[in-house]
Nanobody, 123 residues
Framework: QLIESGGGAVVSGGSLRLSCSTSGFYFSRYVMAWFRQAPGQERGGVASIDSQHHTIYSDSVRGRFTISRDNDKTTLHLEMNNLKPTDTAKYYC???????????????????WGQGTQVTVSS
């Protein structure tokens, strides 16, 4: 089970911290990721972290967002700074077993998904 929280409405330049609480699988052995989907757009990868804490980011968020994981609390985080209206979307966390030893932004590879949390950034 994956449950996202921390979404909300902010003005441009603001910050939010998303969290994804997990249960039911061996969290520390899984690649975790954040995806987002805006109305009328396809879902896209935002950031991912593997079991060794290697991270990757989409070009649109690199330098503004930071993904992290707390294996003791089986929780994934996404720190989002300098938010822009183009960041407005529903954000989802996802998990896949770390077979390949690398993070991923390919949604089709992920096995488990949360229900999402809405982030709205106004100008």
């Amino acid at each position: 089970q994956l449950i996202e929280s921390g979404g909300g409405a902010v003005v441009s330049g603001g910050s939010l911290r998303l969290s994804c609480s997990t249960s039911g699988f061996y969290f520390s052995r899984y690649v975790m990721a954040w995806f987002r989907q805006a109305p009328g757009q396809e879902r896209g990868g935002v950031a991912s972290i593997d079991s060794q804490h290697h991270t990757i980011y989409s070009d649109s968020v690199r330098g503004r967002f930071t993904i992290s994981r707390d294996n003791d609390k089986t929780t994934l985080h996404l720190e989002m700074n300098n938010l822009k209206p183009t960041d407005t979307a529903k954000y989802y966390c996802a998990a896949m077993e770390d077979y390949r030893g690398s993070p991923s932004l390919s949604g089709g590879q992920f096995d488990y998904w949360g229900q999402g949390t809405q982030v709205t950034v106004s100008s």
